[in-house]
């Protein structure tokens, strides 16, 4: 798979648009154009930076599963009480952007993806996989989990390049902070 691909249900690749490369050079656009592209990249990130946090806790709980039939622990009586233990686990760190406010489209590509996968796992019911099929399950959320965060990269790289962009205009410019920045 490129980085630009994503591991369909169907086991076939969904091909993503092009994001790093298939922009227009940043010193090219206007200042409105700079702004807009910007923003629609901040909102596919922030789509992008939801799908991938939710495969990494569907990923932590069938990986909690895997743990606990490998300790030969019972199941556990209270559910709620198993998730809020898997997702108080630490991880390693995200991003150094600060947090957004973030409501992803019901339809987005990814989330689609990443809910067909489920069910063809059969993530809806780990407890009933046997130990393959919780293995294949596991398996196929990390490298759908990967292909995303790698998305997540390159769509960090091309919000940064415009932010430079409007930076360099900023200091090379006579025009004011707010007249550069405005529609941040």
């Not at 980085?3 to 200042?31: H, I, K, R, Y």
């Not at 360099?168 to 025009?175: D, G, N």
């Amino acid at each position: 798979c490129t980085p630009d691909a994503v591991v369909a249900a169907d086991d076939e690749v969904a091909v993503l648009p092009p994001v790093s490369g298939g922009a227009p050079d940043p010193q090219t656009l206007s200042l409105d154009e700079l702004r807009a592209q910007r923003d629609e990249l901040q909102r596919e990130e922030d789509a992008v930076s939801f799908v991938r946090r939710l495969a990494q806790g569907r990923l932590d709980i069938a990986r909690e599963e895997q743990r606990r039939r490998a300790a030969g622990e019972p199941l556990p009586s209270d559910v709620t009480g198993g998730i809020a233990r898997v997702f108080a686990q630490e991880h390693g760190s995200g991003s150094n952007r600060p947090p957004r406010d973030t409501q992803p489209p019901d339809d987005h590509q990814l989330l689609r993806e990443l809910e067909a996968l489920c069910v063809e796992v059969g993530f809806g019911s780990l407890r009933e996989l046997d130990d393959a099929e919780l293995a294949t399950c596991c398996q196929r959320v990390a490298e759908f989990e990967s292909q995303v965060s790698t998305l997540r990269k390159q769509l960090f790289a091309d919000i940064d390049a415009l932010s430079k962009e409007l930076v360099r205009r900023y200091r090379t410019s006579t025009s004011s902070v707010d007249t550069l920045l405005d529609g941040r």
